[in-house]
């Protein structure tokens, strides 16, 4: 694997429409451990996670030459991984797992000793899929709203909405409130 | 879900505390590493895919100047064979002033060794020409030279 691309995420594109082979590899080293942790979210299982992640990048490698980028890599990728993963899952389970449903798990268990973030774990466990969605989409991903709109077409006052919603959730539960105090 | 008003709060920014943003990320962003077999299958295909690519690129560039080139050749032959008709119909001069011609058609064939017999059997005057093995006399060894070099010349 190369040292970091200086190049941005368009150049390396248009490198690679051109043929650059260096330019792919640039771009899959860049975003491969943020799609292997987005798949993990979904999926729950590190095997599929990785193979997800690699069954992305081959999706966007056939979209060579010609692939023109609208917006950031990472909402190009999310809903590629997504419903790589969802799909995944319904083969592995079709009986026991609902289409749209998302596990949208935690990597790492929490820590019962640090209780705050157990709490916060079992807060973030009950809240509807599409908020908790969001909500890691916007905190943990470091996505622009509209970017979140556009990933999941949605409109962004939709994202808003979930976002609010999922927020209010955590600063009344009394697990998690403490977070909120000034 | 139905869309807030736009001036509702629910369209404020949303920010998080970052003590729960920090949490948050503990929980979500755990290191799974990538095996390095796994990077190389990903990387290898995409060269393999990017050589093809180059290949076809090359295929496509050149593949106009190919055809162009088969084209000139499929109109250039036909245009050859027309020439080469013309000029065989237009001047086998050689063939035309050799005295064998008996009867001046430009080929020395079968034709030329019996129009000769013909003209001897009828007792016509002899052209000086006709003496084509050059014996002085205008006889049927004429017509048999004539006979052996036509079979040589058509029959090879």
Same mark, same amino acid.
């Given at each position: 694997?190369?040292?970091?691309?200086?190049?941005?995420?368009?150049?390396?594109?248009?490198?690679?429409?051109?043929?650059?082979?260096?330019?792919?590899?640039?771009?899959?080293?860049?975003?491969?451990?943020?799609?292997?942790?987005?798949?993990?979210r979904?999926?729950?299982?590190?095997?599929?996670?990785?193979?997800?992640?690699?069954?992305?990048?081959?999706?966007?490698?056939?979209?060579?030459p010609?692939f023109?980028?609208?917006a950031?890599?990472?909402?190009?990728?999310?809903?590629?991984?997504?419903?790589?993963?969802?799909?995944?899952?319904?083969k &592995?389970?079709p009986a026991s797992?609902?289409?749209?449903?998302?596990?949208?798990?935690?990597?790492?268990?929490?820590?019962?000793?640090?209780?705050? &973030?157990?709490?916060?774990?079992?807060?973030l466990a009950?809240?509807?899929?599409?908020?908790?969605?969001?909500?890691?989409?916007?905190?943990?991903?470091?996505?622009?709203?509209?970017?979140?709109?556009?990933?999941?077409e949605?409109?962004?006052?939709?994202? &808003?909405?979930?976002?609010?919603?999922?927020?209010?959730?955590?600063?009344?539960?009394?697990?998690?409130?403490?977070?909120?105090?000034? | 879900m139905i869309?807030p008003?736009?001036?509702?709060?629910?369209?404020?920014?949303? =920010?998080?505390?970052?003590?729960?943003?920090?949490?948050?990320?503990?929980l979500?962003?755990a290191?799974?590493?990538v095996?390095?077999?796994?990077?190389?299958?990903?990387?290898?295909?995409?060269?393999?895919?990017?050589?093809?690519?180059?290949r076809?690129?090359?295929?496509?560039?050149?593949?106009?100047?190919?055809?162009?080139?088969?084209?000139?050749?499929?109109?250039?032959?036909?245009?050859?064979?027309s020439?080469? =008709?013309?000029?065989?119909?237009?001047?086998?001069?050689?063939?035309?002033?050799?005295?064998?011609?008996?009867?001046?058609?430009g080929?020395?064939?079968?034709l030329?060794?019996? =129009?000769?017999?013909?003209?001897?059997?009828?007792?016509?005057?002899?052209?000086?020409?006709?003496?084509v093995?050059?014996?002085?006399?205008?006889?049927?060894?004429?017509?048999?030279?004539?006979?052996?070099?036509?079979?040589?010349?058509?029959?090879?």
């Open positions: 694997m190369s040292v970091s691309d200086p190049r941005s995420d368009q150049e390396l594109i248009a490198a690679a429409n051109a043929g650059d082979a260096a330019a792919f590899a640039a771009i899959y080293e860049r975003y491969r451990d943020w799609a292997v942790r987005l798949a993990y979904f999926t729950g299982s590190r095997d599929d996670a990785l193979e997800v992640m690699q069954d992305a990048f081959l999706y966007l490698l056939r979209k060579f010609g023109r980028l609208s950031r890599l990472t909402t190009f990728l999310y809903p590629v991984i997504r419903n790589l993963a969802l799909s995944r899952r319904r &592995k389970a797992v609902a289409d749209d449903a998302l596990l949208l798990l935690p990597a790492a268990e929490p820590d019962h000793a640090a209780s705050t &973030k157990a709490d916060l774990a079992a807060v009950v809240l509807p899929d599409a908020q908790r969605e969001v909500l890691l989409m916007r905190f943990v991903d470091g996505m622009a709203l509209a970017e979140i709109a556009e990933a999941l949605i409109p962004v006052g939709t994202v &808003k909405s979930r976002v609010h919603h999922a927020l209010r959730t955590l600063r009344d539960d009394e697990r998690t409130k403490r977070y909120f105090a000034p | 869309d008003e736009p001036d509702s709060p629910e369209h404020a920014e949303p =920010t998080l505390p970052q003590a729960l943003t920090d949490d948050l990320a503990t979500y962003r290191d799974l590493s095996p390095g077999e796994l990077d190389e299958a990903v990387l290898t295909t995409a060269r393999a895919h990017f050589a093809r690519q180059r076809r690129r090359l295929i496509l560039r050149w593949a106009p100047l190919a055809a162009a080139a088969a084209a000139v050749i499929l109109l250039a032959i036909p245009a050859l064979q020439v080469r =008709t013309q000029a065989r119909r237009a001047a086998p001069p050689d063939l035309a002033v050799r005295p064998e011609d008996i009867d001046r058609n080929r020395v064939d079968i030329d060794a019996f =129009t000769l017999a013909r003209q001897l059997e009828a007792g016509a005057a002899a052209e000086p020409g006709w003496d093995n050059y014996d002085g006399d205008v006889d049927g060894a004429d017509v048999d030279a004539i006979a052996m070099l036509a079979v040589r010349i058509n029959g090879g």
